[in-house]
């Protein structure tokens, strides 16, 4: 299948910063990029939808000031979580879509807010 | 009633047995189908699509029943390594993904 990356795998971060989450298709154009995020034993939550060179269209109650989601190639999007909180903590996943219907997954980020 | 639901399981099951998930799906004009796998802490890597017609890969069976609204997944032969999460995931009309939460799928010695 497809290869997503996504940098980095862990992070730790202070109260009140900002954290930038990359993902990357390595070997197709991903027309669609679509952000996840996962609390332990619970099911996948979408976030947001990253079209190529558009605005981010974003799920019903997440807000789209605190996460900002950049899809500036057909090979990159990245999330930047602002002013982060420790309710922030959570595994954030990111999958892309090229011309079929399938979905790539990166391998995840660990977000730990002190 | 939520657009994709599946039963969470568990489902404990012996080595060599045969196990079957289904999950049923809301919006009639869903447009494609798929099978997730999901080990413990780590990304969902796609196990297979679901085609109208049926799709058969090895030890695994999916299939689509549109006028029931349901995929299901077949394992025949479980494996200790098939133990993991299995999530459905349903496209609309507009292509945006929706995910059931997942069975868990537990295959013992």
């Known amino acids: 299948g497809a290869v997503v990356s996504q940098h980095p795998s862990r992070v730790i971060c202070k109260s009140g910063t900002s954290v930038k989450i990359e993902c990357r298709s390595l070997d197709f154009q991903a027309t669609t990029m679509f952000w996840y995020r996962q609390f332990p034993k619970k099911s996948l939550m979408l976030m947001a939808t990253s079209n190529e060179g558009s605005k981010a269209t974003y799920e019903q109650g997440v807000e789209k000031d605190k996460f900002l989601i950049n899809h500036a190639s057909l090979t990159l999007s990245t999330l930047t979580v602002t002013s982060a909180h420790p309710e922030d903590s959570s595994f954030y996943i990111c999958?892309?879509?090229?011309?079929?219907?399938?979905?790539?997954f990166g391998p995840g980020t660990r977000l730990t807010v002190t | 009633r939520k657009e994709v639901e599946q039963d969470p399981g568990p489902f404990n099951v012996p080595e060599g047995a045969t196990v079957a998930f289904n999950c049923t799906y809301s919006?009639?004009?869903?447009?494609?189908f798929f099978w997730y796998r999901q080990d413990c802490r780590k990304e969902p890597k796609l196990l297979m699509s679901?085609?109208?017609s049926g799709n058969e890969d090895g030890r695994f069976t999916a299939q689509l029943n549109r006028a029931s609204q349901y995929i299901s997944l077949l394992i025949r032969d479980s494996k200790l390594s098939d133990s993991a999460t299995y999530l459905c995931v349903v496209n609309g009309g507009s292509y945006i993904p929706t995910f059931g939460r997942g069975t868990s799928l537990i295959v013992h010695p």
């Open positions: 919006n009639s004009a869903s447009q494609s």
């Open positions: 679901v085609y109208s």
């Open positions: 999958s892309a879509k090229g011309g079929t219907y399938e979905q790539y």
